[in-house]
Structures are given as structure tokens and as C-alpha cells.
């Protein structure tokens, strides 16, 4: 059986630059990172993996470079790390993305079932958390959002009980396989590798499959697909407050001078 993590390659958000004039993202010179929370459905899959033997795979959309992303899942420990790229997917809302997930997903299952596909619970660049529901409507597989803990996971009745982290309060939910699980963070702590794990990785071939591969139709991925688009991305106005200081660059000298600015208009008073 299959255990599938999707986990998508996001820029790192401290050093993000959007161009004026086609509200896209700017690429160039931009490090990247695996999303945070997808490094918790990767480590859930490793987890399923270790303890119940299941084949476990990497799967993300993304221009080539993405590649880089998909040998750290590989460092890790999958078994196969695919990558989801052509030209005729970019420019993809979470519509078109969950479109293409879910048809390499359909591909992986004519040849090994699937039992439970992990996605984070949203990315810290598009933010909509969209993509996990998607996939799992498409499929038609149960979706169990916002999940901190496996309770079971019965291969034999194939059924898994999961705790869900909503606010204020737990829900335990039981459902049958195959399932759609988004990831919180306090579903694990993600592994590491050590260095002989990151130098097999390097030796390990990420699959990479292309609409010739999927055969969907190009109107309906990428941004022909796409359902929505960024007229314009703005930071709200700030219509009042002062800015004291560089709390990031100088957080013990702008706590320094916030204090002495309080003092001076004697909030601080009792
Ligand atoms: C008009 C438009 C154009 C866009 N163009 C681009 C573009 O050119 N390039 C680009 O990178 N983004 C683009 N985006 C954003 C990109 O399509 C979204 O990031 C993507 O649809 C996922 O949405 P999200 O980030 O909100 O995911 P969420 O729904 O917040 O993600 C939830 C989970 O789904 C999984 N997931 C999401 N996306 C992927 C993925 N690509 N691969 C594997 N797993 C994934 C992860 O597990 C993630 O934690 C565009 C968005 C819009 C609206």
C-alpha cells in the first residue's frame, strides 16, 4: 500500500520580492525551502513507512529546479520521489494544482493502492489551503483536514482514527481508507538526515513526469485551468504607529529604544 506526501517547494518568505507590475512572484537569487508544515506530512509518511511497511512517495508540482526539493524527501527516506513539471502546469492556481496532484495520484494507484495521502495544511506563500480538499474531492477519497495525531491505523479493516486540532478543542474522527490527511504541526518532529542519508540522495533519480506522461487537457491545468487570478497583491496602509528601530536586525537595541519611548511617555506608569 502507498503512503503519498505532497510537498511543495515555497520560497523562503523572510526574502520574497513580487514584481509591480505582473503581481508574480520574483525567482531570481530566491532561496527556497520544502513548506514547513509539508515537512510534517513527509515525516508521517517516513513514520507509516517504518512501522507498517508501506511504500512511501514524494510528490510535487513545480518547475524543474523543484528537484532539489524532492532529494531532501529522498535523503530522508522515500522510495520514490516524483516530479510533477511542464510548462503547460505553471502559472497553476490550487484548482489546477489539485487537478494535476490528483491525476499522478490516480497514476500511482494503477499499479500499488493507495491508502493515505498527507499534505501540510496550507503553504506559507499561497496560504489557502486548498490543495489537500482539493486532491481529496477529486478522488473521492475522505478528507481529514488539521490532523495532529494519528490515534490507529488498521491495514487489515483499512481504517485510521485520527485526532483533529481545531480551536479550542480535539475531535477524533474514524473513517475508511484511502484518506486525504493535512498536516498541523503538531502531528510529529521531523526527522533529519545525517550526511551518508544526504549522499545516497544525491545518487537517487527523482522521477519527473510531464503532461505527455498524465495526458490531461491543457485547458484544464496550469493557468488556462486556473480559475482565479492576482490582480494585485498590496500591503494595507498603516495609517498611524511609528516604526522604532530594525527589530530584525537590531531586536535587543529596538527593545532598548521601544522602552525608553514608553518611559518617556510614561506608559509604563502605574
Ligand atoms: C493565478 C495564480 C497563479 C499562480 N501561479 C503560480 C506559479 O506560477 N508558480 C507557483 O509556484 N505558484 C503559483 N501560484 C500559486 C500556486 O498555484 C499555489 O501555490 C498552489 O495552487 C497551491 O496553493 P497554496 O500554495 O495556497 O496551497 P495550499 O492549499 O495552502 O497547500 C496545501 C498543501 O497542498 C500541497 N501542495 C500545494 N501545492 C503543491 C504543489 N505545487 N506540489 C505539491 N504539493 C502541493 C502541500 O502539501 C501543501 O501543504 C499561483 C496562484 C494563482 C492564484
Redesign the pocket.
Known amino acids: 500500500m502507498l503512503v503519498i506526501s ?3 517547494q515555497v520560497p523562503d518568505t523572510t526574502q520574497v520580492k513580487i514584481d509591480p507590475v505582473t503581481n ?1 512572484l520574483v525567482r531570481e537569487g530566491i532561496p527556497f525551502i520544502v ?1 514547513p ?2 515537512t510534517h ?1 513527509l515525516e508521517e509518511g517516513l513514520a507509516l513507512k517504518d512501522r507498517y511497511g508501506l511504500r512511501s512517495v514524494a ?4 518547475p524543474p529546479n523543484t528537484v532539489a526539493t524532492l532529494k531532501k524527501a529522498c535523503a530522508l527516506g522515500v522510495d520514490e520521489a516524483i516530479l510533477l513539471s511542464d510548462r503547460a502546469f ?5 484548482l489546477a ?1 489539485s487537478q494535476v ?1 490528483a491525476a499522478a495520484i490516480e497514476r500511482l494507484a494503477e499499479k500499488d493502492e493507495v491508502g493515505i495521502v498527507f ?5 506559507i ?8 480538499p482539493g486532491i481529496a474531492t477529486r478522488l473521492g477519497f475522505t478528507q481529514l483536514t488539521l490532523v495532529d495525531r494519528i490515534e490507529w491505523l488498521d491495514l487489515n479493516k483499512k481504517r485510521i482514527r485520527v485526532r483533529r486540532k481545531l480551536e479550542g478543542r480535539h475531535e477524533i474522527v474514524e473513517a475508511p481508507l484511502p484518506v486525504v490527511i ?1 498536516a498541523v504541526r503538531e502531528l510529529n518532529r521531523p526527522r533529519y538526515p545525517t550526511v551518508p542519508m544526504r549522499l545516497t540522495a544525491e545518487l537517487t533519480e527523482v522521477t519527473v513526469w510531464d503532461n505527455q506522461v498524465l495526458k490531461l487537457d491543457v485547458e484544464t491545468v496550469g ?1 488556462k485551468g ?1 480559475a ?3 490582480s494585485k497583491i498590496f500591503s494595507p496602509e498603516r495609517d498611524q504607529g511609528e516604526i522604532i528601530g530594525d527589530g530584525i536586525g537590531d531586536p535587543v537595541g529596538t527593545a532598548h529604544l521601544l522602552l525608553e519611548k514608553m518611559l518617556s511617555k510614561d506608559l509604563l506608569a502605574i
Open positions: 505532497c510537498i511543495k508574480t513548506n508544515y509539508d506530512a510528490l510535487s508540482m513545480g505553471g502559472g497553476a492556481d490550487t494544482t496532484l499534505c501540510g495544511k496550507q503553504t506563500d499561497g496560504d489557502t489551503a486548498q490543495v489537500g493535512t493557468l486556473s482565479t487570478w492576482v
